[in-house]
């Protein structure tokens, strides 16, 4: 069994060691003891356009609308210009997604970005954003949405203190168990738990729509008047405004997510574009009403005062009620979490496969066709970024490689389009959509340097950390045997453990895959 990280070609269906599952073993009385294995294992299509949906807007919103408005408010300034960051987030967020349904149906595999890197650029880049991604960008982000979801179920319970230290980790780290276990038992599952809490998700937020909406009828809305709105606290700097934009991708990071599960979704030359349609323009809505409601009944010295945006406007203004709303927020960040672990521990099955991560991790359970290895993986960084301490001083660092991710995917887009002007390209979007993103993204990236170049340069050294892995891991092939063994070794000890083979082929997807590559006639 090839096990090493350099990407060889392996015949996943037929000569790997599937120990667990492909020898099939008869019990006594003459009956097969692996009955339920189906017969060909593969990740199952079992995401359709509303689950599609459902994971964007779920993804979208986890922890950050909860978080960002006190970081967007502090830099930018002043409330009408903090609404305005907001919306153009939105916007932005949506030119990427278009990139994004392009390159979802031109390049069908799942992974997102680093699925599209990789083939566009090569090995070295792909394996800098994969690297980034699994060791700093989602593990932190699942450990902030965490400790905001343990946060807002213990602070009913310590409403004069912060929550201790200890119960707040342990909150986090049961609840990553609970759904890595779901996870690993049924996409079914976790693609329902998905649904029903992203429709909680904007119950909440709906909630705090109506309730604002309800103040400004009644007059209340001395804070949304233009000439109040535009007071600037302190006189706004370009790099304070990129370090708001900053804070606001935050809450809008999610929105390619679905293209992490491209070979799990249902039809997803059709439904992968429907779904980016429906969810973004609906979450950018979602966010700019609720910002308003908080404006609404919120001075901005209360809310830069706050730990607990929703929380402390839920006390103001739902009364007895008030206790809803940490339920709520918990309700809505346990659903990213889902989210977050359904879609990040796909990226560290596509890793695997192009031999850039272990092999052990690109193979799925032999029943239940989750890639348990990949989730364990996923769910065992996480719990070590929230032993490690405080978290929050994270979120510019992840926020900076997100964008600088998204850019370098956008730009691998239109070096796509004249390195193979003739690929047959179901969706085809218009050249100024990805050209108007790479123009704010340099602009936010370049400001963003100037204005914090510690946080922006922590940043790119985690992303250069990978350059020596890469070339020791993936790139040296003629490696000691021992080496070889050990891997070897190991691998065939997970397989074991989990009960997990390299998924088969389809037929079908092979198909797919020479239509998408045949060029325009």
Not at 305 to 334: C, D, H, R, Y
Request: glycine share 8%; proline share 5%; net charge neutral.
């Amino acid at each position: 069994m090839v096990t090493e990280m350099d990407g060889a070609t392996r015949n996943r269906s037929n000569s790997v060691k599937q120990e667990p599952g492909a020898q099939q073993k008869m019990r006594k009385d003459g009956s097969n003891k692996h009955d339920d294995i189906p017969e060909r294992v593969t990740l199952k299509k079992e995401i359709g356009l509303l689950s599609a949906c459902a994971i964007i807007i779920g993804n979208i919103i986890g922890s950050g609308i909860f978080i960002s408005p006190k970081g967007v408010l502090e830099h930018s300034g002043s409330v009408g210009l903090a609404l305005i960051v907001w919306m153009l987030g939105g916007g932005i967020s949506a030119l990427g997604s278009l990139c994004y349904a392009e390159l979802g149906v031109t390049i069908p595999k799942s992974g997102g970005d680093y699925s599209y890197v990789t083939e566009i650029f090569g090995g070295l880049v792909g394996f800098l954003l994969l690297w980034s991604a699994v060791l700093i960008m989602y593990p932190t982000t699942l450990a902030v949405i965490a400790l905001t979801f343990s946060n807002y179920v213990l602070q009913p319970i310590f409403p004069n203190c912060l929550p201790p230290y200890i119960a707040t980790r342990m909150l986090s780290t049961t609840c990553l168990l609970f759904l890595t276990w779901v996870n690993c038992s049924s996409v079914r599952w976790a693609t329902r738990i998905q649904d029903v809490f992203t429709v909680g998700k904007l119950l909440a937020l709906g909630l705090i729509i109506v309730v604002g909406l309800v103040q400004i009828c009644r007059g209340h809305y001395e804070g949304l008047k233009p000439q109040v709105a535009f007071e600037f606290s302190r006189a706004p700097s370009v790099g304070q405004i990129a370090l708001a934009f900053l804070q606001a991708s935050f809450a809008f990071s999610g929105w390619n997510f679905l293209n992490y599960v491209t070979e799990e979704v249902v039809d997803p030359r059709r439904n992968l574009p429907r779904a980016i349609y429906i969810s973004i323009p609906l979450v950018t809505f979602v966010y700019t009403l609720t910002n308003i409601a908080y404006f609404s009944s919120m001075s901005p010295e209360e809310l830069l005062s706050s730990n607990a945006v929703a929380v402390t406007f839920g006390e103001k203004l739902l009364g007895i009620f008030s206790s809803v709303m940490p339920i709520s927020v918990a309700l809505s960040t346990f659903g990213g979490i889902n989210g977050y672990l359904f879609t990040s521990s796909r990226l560290c099955f596509s890793g695997a496969r192009e031999g850039h991560l272990p092999s052990l991790l690109a193979m799925i359970h032999c029943k239940s066709c989750t890639p348990i290895p990949a989730l364990l993986v996923c769910c065992t960084a996480t719990i070590v970024i929230l032993c490690i301490g405080e978290t929050h001083n994270l979120i510019n660092y992840v926020s900076f490689i997100n964008y600088l991710s998204y850019g370098v995917t956008i730009a691998g887009l239109l070096y796509y389009r004249w390195k193979k002007p003739k690929l047959n390209r179901p969706i085809k979007v218009n050249l100024m959509v990805p050209i108007s993103y790479l123009l704010f993204w340099a602009f936010l990236l370049g400001f963003s340097l100037y204005s914090e170049p510690v946080v922006c340069g922590v940043g790119l050294v985690i992303m250069l950390t990978g350059v020596p892995v890469y070339f020791l891991g993936v790139h040296w092939k003629d490696k000691p045997k021992c080496i070889y063994d050990f891997i070897e070794s190991a691998t065939h000890v997970g397989q074991r453990l989990c009960f997990v083979v390299f998924p088969q082929v389809d037929p079908a997807e092979e198909s797919l895959q020479e239509w998408i590559d045949k060029p325009e006639s």
